[in-house]
């Protein structure tokens, strides 16, 4: 068995790390995982306060999952996707079964990004038009195509290769000088916004509009009530499809399936990863509706992956789904989001830094202030390495004390899994506790 040392100096000098300068990785070498807890090798244990990538919902190391992917396995682990097999059968039905509506028919992608993707595809091939429209801030995954879609600030490093006819818009409700007005003014000026965007640009010329069924990578900023419903209404009016992005707010994360079931829509196309397996595999799904479906009845689809359907994945993924619902994970969300916001609160009179916290279920974001009057985060949107000095000290004392999350900006996330109890919540919000301590002395 490799050292502590021989695995960071192995991983370090024969692979490539993501998001980071390569001199600077440092990581964390996990030996087991098991619930909400890594296990370092060495033996030092951390709480895993984010779900790794917000995404293992269902808690680490859940040996029926083992089960079902060897049992797969033992039969056949992969057919062309022109094949068919059990499993594909079944967990096909089963997404139907908790969908919404009529969205009926699965398309099997590898991850969150060729979801995206081939949303996008879809959505253009369908419809004969050409433009796709995202959100400033929202985040729909790394590949070209993904990546267009989103405003991350990530994306500026490849800028010249970003896909043609994808345009964005802001978050007016927030940003526009709104917060002034009563609740009424400010989504109907937000709306309005929207809608002159769209006859600006045509709607007989936009195939779809992406959003993240609840937000996420870009600070969890929860849409104005009756946000989603409006803008589902103008795509409907203008005849523009609508793509709920359920990457990591789908599968309970916000005490719901899916993040836009808290707006009362359906849209027309469910983008899935992450807590499609509990990342236990990778598999990403694009749920269609049978109205789209229909289309393709009688000309060819095209869209395609070799690993389209993989019977392994969907494997993992059957018995995720099942592990939910045996064992109350969504209600499980629920209750303990509740807890975790009132004990968030209870931290409030020690913690001058402690600026809002935004959650849904357990998918939380806590922002880390110097200011509150005015509002200033530590750190500000797309910050450089300078801006966060603070915030580096505070995520560098988060791992010291054994807390695994993401520090980002001025951020904290708060999503650890489904599974997680009172006192475990308990654990881990000590340690943000200590780490604030550090944000504190900076506060004006």
């Known amino acids: 068995m490799l050292s502590k040392e021989q695995i960071i100096s ?15 990785v440092n990581p964390i070498p996990i030996e087991r995982a098991e619930g909400v807890y890594l296990y370092e090798v060495g033996g030092k244990r951390i709480i895993d306060f984010s779900s790794g990538l917000m995404s293992v919902n269902i808690g680490h190391g859940d040996q029926r999952i083992t089960d079902a992917v060897v049992e797969q396995m033992q039969k056949v682990s992969y057919v062309t996707p022109t094949c068919t097999t059990e499993i594909r059968a079944k967990l096909s039905k089963k997404l139907a079964e908790i969908c919404p509506g009529d969205l009926n028919k699965a398309f099997f992608t590898l991850c969150g990004a060729s979801s995206v993707d081939n949303a996008i595809k879809l959505a253009r091939l369908y419809s004969g038009k050409h ?16 990546m267009s879609a989103g405003g991350d600030p990530r994306k500026l ?19 526009y000088g ?3 007005q009563d609740e009424e003014t400010r989504l109907k000026w937000s709306l309005d916004s929207v809608e002159r965007i769209i006859r600006y640009e045509g709607g007989h010329t936009i195939a779809a509009f992406i959003f993240e069924g609840e937000s996420g990578s870009s600070g969890c900023l929860h849409y104005p009530n009756g946000y989603l419903k409006g803008i589902k209404a103008l795509c409907e009016k203008y005849e523009i499809l609508f793509v709920a992005d359920e990457v990591m707010s789908g599968f309970g994360r916000t005490g719901k399936w899916f993040g836009f079931e808290h707006s009362d829509i359906i849209p027309d196309m469910i983008c899935m990863a992450k807590g499609l397996t509990s990342s236990y595999l990778p598999l ?8 789209l479906a229909a289309k393709f009845d009688d ?10 359907s993989h019977p392994v994945a969907l494997a993992a993924s059957l018995a995720v789904i099942n592990i939910y619902e045996s064992d109350h994970l ?20 020690k913690h001058p830094s402690m600026g809002d916290f935004r959650n849904k279920g357990l998918l939380g974001c806590l ?4 200011s509150h009057d005015p509002y200033q985060l530590m750190a500000p949107f797309n910050a450089n390495a300078s801006e966060m000095t603070v915030m580096s000290k505070v995520g560098s004392k988060l791992r010291e004390l054994g807390l695994y999350t993401f520090v980002r900006w001025g951020y904290i996330f708060i999503a650890p899994p489904m599974c997680i109890n009172e006192k475990e919540i308990d654990e881990g919000l000590a340690i943000i506790s200590e780490a604030l301590l550090i944000a504190d002395a900076y506060v004006s």
């Open 10 to 24: 192995d991983s370090k000098q024969y692979s490539l790390f993501t998001w980071v300068a390569q001199k600077n």
């Open 131 to 146: 433009k796709i429209f995202g959100r400033y801030r929202g985040f729909h995954g790394a590949s070209y195509a993904s």
């Open 157 to 175: 490093f490849s800028d010249s290769q970003q896909v043609p006819n994808i345009f964005h818009l802001d978050d007016t409700y927030d940003f």
């Open 178 to 180: 709104l917060s002034d």
């Open 284 to 291: 990403g799904c694009l749920m269609v509706s049978d109205k």
């Open 299 to 308: 000309s060819p689809l095209w869209l395609g992956l070799t690993y389209n």
């Open 330 to 349: 969504i209600e499980n969300t629920n209750k303990m989001g509740a807890y975790l916001e009132k004990r968030i609160n209870e931290m409030r009179e």
């Open 367 to 370: 922002d880390v202030v110097k």
